[in-house]
């Protein structure tokens, strides 16, 4: 995650395109998010905001009113298209009326109404969003669908199923995966939109992929909307044994059984895709050669591409260190840094600063160096004074002093995708 660092790592990676469906579902933003950050974060969450894109965007479900949803009882209405035993039938198209009726089939007895969804063949993969009533209030629910391999590529469903977040950052109630006896992995998380839970809006999900290379997400919410309206209930209206069947039911598979085959270049394994993109794993290997001798590493966590974070203790206390590398963002310089940035003699741009922390913990501090490179190459690391920004502060200022940040981002080691010994 480029400069917008203060997201939840966990929440982002699962949510971050059902949280930008426009107006109804809409991401937060943090005063480092600027238009390069954005830009930052395009390639790296590609394939997988692939599963929105925005309301407008969307086509209406040609389903007049309320649906009722039994989960026991009478079936509901199913068109003929929907396969009921989950075999992929690529001859097959679903629309967006089969991909919400098939939500309405899974879902316990309700109402589930406001309802907009996406087929097959709509360019972008599958989507159901809604809110649903069981009787003790409304929220909302989406499920997204994907197909991340193809060909009869098998893949590790563990390694590609979204992990439960460091324990020392995670703002959740409950996270577990565990493996189904199918081979498919699966991910059940009870967390919060607001990290610091500013309000009391609860974000639940399910993240569930099969060997075969199908993905199913599902997120809820204990209100009509994930933001900005009211709380209608206590918890969001799906226990998390039941998004777990929801996730797992072989009607969704049958569903992505009919996506079109994944071709190049997205069916490539998710990492660096062009000059000067680092994998997660290289960004920490790099950061860790690069810390001051005087901390420990206590944790860590990185994405695919482009972030890593530590957790470093120097005897004083935890305090949470991230980076970002994102490579392409001259374009936006101006954006990024202003009249008071340090120009050094081969080009780069450079900027230091002090700002309270952004996530509600009480006392937190946020340092951060700021670095463009004249090749486009932007190095930025913060460092905190605590180990969990959504948590109050621990200790009087982070373990790295703005000279180790400011030396940390303009090292040398970013500038290629191999570790220096």
Not at 29 to 45: D, H, I, K, W
Not at 267 to 272: C, I, R, W
Not at 363 to 371: I, P
Request: glycine content about 12%; hydrophobic content about 35%.
């Amino acid at each position: 995650m480029p400069a917008d660092q203060h997201t939840g790592r966990f929440e982002d990676r699962l949510s971050a395109a059902l949280h930008e469906v426009g107006g109804t579902f809409e991401a937060p933003r943090s005063e480092l998010t600027a238009a390069g950050a954005r830009r930052g974060r395009r390639l790296q969450l590609q394939r997988r905001a692939a599963l929105a894109g925005s309301v407008a965007s969307l086509a209406l479900v040609g389903v007049a009113g309320t649906l009722l949803v039994p989960w026991h009882g009478d079936p509901a209405p199913r068109p003929s298209s929907v396969a009921g035993s989950g075999t992929p039938d690529r001859a097959r198209t679903y629309s967006a009326d089969d991909v919400v009726r098939t939500l309405q089939k899974l879902l316990p007895r309700g109402t589930f109404t406001r309802t907009e969804a996406r087929g097959t063949d709509e360019g972008l993969p599958p989507l159901a969003v809604g809110v649903f009533d069981d009787g003790k209030g409304e929220g909302a629910v989406s499920v997204g669908l994907e197909r991340i391999t193809t060909g009869g590529r098998k893949l590790n469903p563990s390694a590609e199923v979204m992990p439960c977040p460091d324990s020392t950052q995670s703002g959740y109630d409950s996270c577990t995966t565990e493996g189904l006896p199918d081979g498919s992995a699966i991910t059940v998380y009870q967390g919060y939109e607001y990290p610091d839970r500013r309000v009391d809006t609860k974000s639940w999900g399910a993240d569930l992929v099969t060997p075969d290379g199908s993905r199913v997400s599902v997120i809820e919410w204990n209100s009509p909307a994930e933001k900005d309206k009211p709380i209608t209930r206590t918890d969001p209206p799906l226990t998390p044994a039941q998004l777990k069947a929801l996730a797992s039911a072989a009607e969704w598979r049958a569903i992505i059984g009919a996506l079109p085959e994944v071709t190049s270049p997205s069916e490539a394994p998710v990492g660096p895709t062009r000059p000067g993109e680092l994998s997660g794993l290289t960004i920490l290997r790099k950061l860790k050669l690069l810390l001051p001798k005087k901390v420990d590493v206590v944790s860590h966590g990185s994405d695919e591409t482009g972030y890593g974070s530590f957790v470093v203790d120097d005897g004083k206390g935890r305090s949470l260190v991230q980076v970002n590398v994102q490579p392409g963002m001259s374009d936006v310089a101006g954006e990024l840094f202003g009249s008071d940035a340090e120009t050094l003699a081969d080009g780069t741009l450079v900027t230091v600063r002090r700002a309270p922390g952004e996530k509600g913990g009480a006392g937190v501090v946020m340092w951060t160096a700021d670095t463009l490179r004249k090749s486009g190459l932007r190095v930025v690391i913060s460092a905190f004074n605590t180990g969990d920004q959504n948590r109050a502060a621990t200790r009087k200022a982070p373990a790295l002093t703005l000279g180790d940040l400011r030396r940390i981002a303009l090292s040398p080691e970013w500038l290629n995708d191999t570790v220096t010994p």
